[in-house]
């Protein structure tokens, strides 16, 4: 998993170093970094692993005080950048939202 700190670090993580079937996620309407998660060889991640990634993005956002946050994740192929849109801002097609405790995952694995 990586995230982006600045918004020149989103863009390049967002549109450069993503492969297409790689999960995006970043905190919906509010500033923070874009978060991604690389798609395995043996599918589709648990929901569980999405959640985490999500509540990862929404730790390293605007809203990593405010409780339940809402979380924007889409396969990195459906996010895109508008034409001469400033540094780490994207459009993103095929979104769902997830709704998570903003957090950073556990050394220990759990």
């Known amino acids: 998993m990586f995230a982006g700190k600045t ?4 863009d390049y993580l967002s549109l450069k170093r993503a492969k297409p079937n790689d999960y ?12 991604v998660l690389r798609a395995g060889t043996t599918g589709e991640p648990d929901r569980a692993t999405l959640k985490g990634a999500a509540a990862v993005a929404a730790y390293y956002s ?3 005080h405010g409780g339940i ?3 924007s ?3 990195a192929r ?3 950048k508008p034409k001469g849109a400033k540094p780490g801002l994207v459009q993103i097609r095929k979104e769902i939202t997830l709704k998570v405790r903003p957090a950073l995952p556990r050394s220990d694995g759990v």
């Open 69 to 71: 946050v809402p979380v």
């Open 62 to 64: 605007k809203a990593r």
């Open 78 to 80: 459906y996010v895109t």
């Open 24 to 35: 995006w996620f970043h905190v919906r309407g509010m500033p923070g970094s874009h978060v």
């Open 7 to 10: 918004d020149v670090d989103n």
């Open 73 to 75: 994740c889409t396969q």
